[in-house]
């Protein structure tokens, strides 16, 4: 069965709901509190794990019961943990969250995820080598993005580069990943100086925008497309852009074509909306199967 690479962060969200932000100095007492599992890596691996994907991770956590917990919950979601490091010197990532009047406050720690680099990314060059597309994001460093694209390029594997959240990175690094795919503030922040419609015609069949509710913007060598995403009631977005490259990659290593794999990408991303949590909403491939055609 083919193998989907998955490199990126992977951490927990602590998650308090109050009334009202303490004041510095103050506590407040909250009425809410629960963890959920996160990291733009961890939730890309799960959303192409419960489609059936065979998902291989690269990341980091710190030796405590949290990166247990990660770990633990990888596993569970059929992802392979293997060639995933425990480092002593920090610990595992968090997003400490307060809630209040539904404004968020976040202060998150990388932790584990900064020790991300290009040297732990090169000593698993045979277990990249072993798979057939790989996948990143911005929550690791340009370093060990930039040694995964170039192990992928060597390799002839598919790379696909989610630029989120949005940083600066090197030109060429940019230029080496087969599929760019940015959501659209981030699109404006990578082309300031062309529209949408431009960046995706000057990219073709690589740059793939997600437009949110509007669907999925790309460019296939003749015309540029709106791939509509499906209709559905939208009850919470969190992990949506996530759930999509899940489903696009899905798509992907079992040879769909580009806009077959933005329908897959849609297909499960809408799914995931109609639900609470970034994992908690991603779909398995059998409930895509019994509520769409
Ligand atoms: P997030 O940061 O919340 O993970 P994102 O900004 O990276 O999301 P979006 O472009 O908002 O990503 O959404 C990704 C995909 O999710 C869309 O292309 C679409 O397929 C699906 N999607 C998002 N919102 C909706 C919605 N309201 N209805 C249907 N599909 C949606």
């Known amino acids: 069965m083919k193998k989907i690479l998955v490199l ?20 407040v007492q909250g009425n809410e509190f629960f963890t959920t599992f996160g990291g733009k890596g961890a939730n890309q691996a799960v959303a192409a794990a419960r ?14 019961s949290f990166g247990e917990d990660i770990l633990e919950n990888l596993r569970k979601n059929s992802v392979d ?16 969250i307060t809630i209040a009047d539904s404004d968020n406050s976040i202060v998150y720690v990388p932790g584990a995820n900064g020790k991300v680099d290009g040297e732990y990314v090169r000593k ?8 057939d597309i790989a996948i990143a994001q911005n929550e690791v460093s340009e370093d060990a993005i930039e040694v995964l694209a170039e192990i992928c390029i060597e390799a002839k594997i598919p790379f696909i580069l989610n630029p989120a959240p949005y940083r600066e990175l090197k030109a060429s690094i940019l230029e080496k990943a087969t599929y760019l795919l940015p959501n659209e ?12 419609e431009e960046a995706v015609a ?48 899905t798509g ?7 806009e077959d794999s933005i329908i897959l990408g849609n297909l499960s991303a809408s799914e995931s909306v109609t639900k609470m949590g970034a994992q908690g909403g ?12």
């Open 282 to 293: 991603m779909p398995r491939l059998e409930e895509l199967k019994n509520n769409k055609n």
């Open 252 to 258: 992907l290593v079992n040879n769909l074509s580009l």
């Open 124 to 131: 698993n060059k045979d277990t990249i080598e072993a798979c």
């Open 81 to 96: 943990v293997k060639c995933v490091e425990s480092v002593t010197s920090v610990s595992s990532g968090a997003a400490l």
């Open 185 to 196: 503030s981030e699109c404006k922040l990578l082309y300031p100086d062309l529209s949408i």
């Open 51 to 64: 489609l059936n994907s065979n998902v291989v991770m690269l990341g980091k956590v710190g030796v405590d």
């Open 202 to 249: 000057k990219h073709p069949n690589k740059l793939v925008v997600t437009m949110g509710s509007k669907g999925v913007f790309f460019n296939d060598g003749k015309e540029s497309h709106l791939v509509e995403t499906f209709k559905v009631d939208a009850v919470d977005t969190t992990g949506a852009g996530d759930t999509f490259i899940g489903g696009f990659a």
């Open 8 to 27: 990126g962060s992977l951490s927990t969200d602590f998650v308090a709901i109050t009334d009202r932000r303490p004041n510095v100095g103050e506590t």
